[in-house]
């Protein structure tokens, strides 16, 4: 098949190298030429100047897939893919965009005839490599019509991708996706942070996690990528102790609020990214710290 | 080499089959003589009708690895022990005991020259074909005359063990281990708890787990067993929803309190356990619901 990819970043230039070693023609825009050039290079993508004529390269029922920043950037690229395209063509938004925007983008799109498809995209960087877990969210005739990109995505043609349910469902299963990888990642930091707290057994915390990684029960990929990360350098000492959170935690803690469903630990995990980011400077801390002065004549730690 | 076993049960009657499997010669005792009968036939084990006389059936350095219950059991066995053993034997305790104790049994028979290995050990009811992953705490002398038999019993004679430091630090691992378990298995539990919240959608969660092995960020051994475990009933209305704990768990809650370093997610996945065990019979939702109505005149849901 023939399909135009538009962002060529870590996921969608990747993905687009997947698919053009598993057979696949693909027409690729990023707003960065720099980038085109080198995939055009290395793996034979097929430039465009423009989205325009990325979609003008493509023939019959056409297909684009879209790996860019949730939000605004895929919203208003949705919107002016319209006059691009005709009847029974197809967007895939494979980017993290929330489902209930990916429903309302689905809406939006029937009324023109245009198929869409929300693809919630799993495997990092590593998905090169070892193929790509794709959540599919779309009509029956939509999924039939991207199954052999599916296919080629994933880590075989057999496995690693599913088409979930309606439209929405697929951005729906990788925010839960994410949710959940939130709690298994601050469920290691916190135990390998308590293993190393104990400082009297001087425990090697890269032994431990390469260890764990042969029969334990808490084998996983992200041992495994953990476990390497640590070989050079267990201390970190030249690594901030701050974590970045994108939408999908987020979205997953509010839908346990919509759902009026308890979902703690995943709550939790992101609060842990808040406090690391610390944009309130501590002032709970400092609330604390005046009340047990107030109440208790506790000596409060000042600056300076 | 030739070792006895005591305990066989779930975890020692599989590693007494993997040690034999591996060429080594096991003596076993058990309280229950059908289970040693039992594998006197199926895995040639050497069956004994007391700890006096598995003991009695070694020669030279005898080693002694005990896979008991936790607590009292296994404290209550290494004292037996003692009269039964010579200099430089050892007693290595493979169950989950607290590493505080191990500390504790090791120095008591440190008075009688005996040796003395703690060994958490993880790999559950798959130990015996997979291999199981040790964490050894033990002096460097105890480590080594006791290494055929962690080679034999890992996943591979290089991988799957390790000496982790000096006694108590293996249990302390084993702990450490668990409490990222109970993490990672109630980030699953809450994720799939609001995946099939979300009706409209219907998702097959049996489907989507299997899915998620393959290219996903969450693919780990305890998603495979999830996954299998849903093929057959995602429903799960047979099962009551309770979830006990074990000692693990409830440590390292507390070793973060005497570390007084935070973590809120091991915490919380425990709390969550407890809260289905309902021992209270809800007796905090109830006084909340008293005060509810009393400052709002909420309505409270009465009985019968």
Known sequence: MKIAMLGLGKMGGNMAARLIRNGHEVVGYDTSQEVIAKLEKTEKLIPSISVKEAISKLEGQKIVWMMLPAGEITKKQIADLIPLLNKDDIIVDGGNSNFKQSVKMGSMLEEYDIGFMDCGTSGGVWGLDNGYCLMVGASLEVAKAVEPILRALAPTPQTGWLHVGPIGSGHFTKMIHNGIEYGMM??????????????????????????????????????????????????????????????????????????????????????????SQEKSKGYGYKILSIMRNAFGGHVMKKKG
């Open 186 to 275: 601050e469920s290691f930091a916190e135990g390998l942070e308590l293993l190393k707290g104990r400082e009297e057994y001087g425990i090697n915390i890269a032994d431990v996690t390469e260890l764990w990684r042969h029969g334990s029960v808490v084998r996983s990929w992200l041992l495994d990528l953990t476990a390497e990360a640590l070989k050079g350098d267990q201390d970190l000492e030249k690594i901030e102790p701050f974590v970045a959170d994108s939408g999908e935690g987020r979205w997953t803690a509010v839908e346990a609020i919509e759902q009026g469903i308890p979902a703690p630990v995943l709550t939790q995990a992101l609060q842990v990214r808040f406090r």
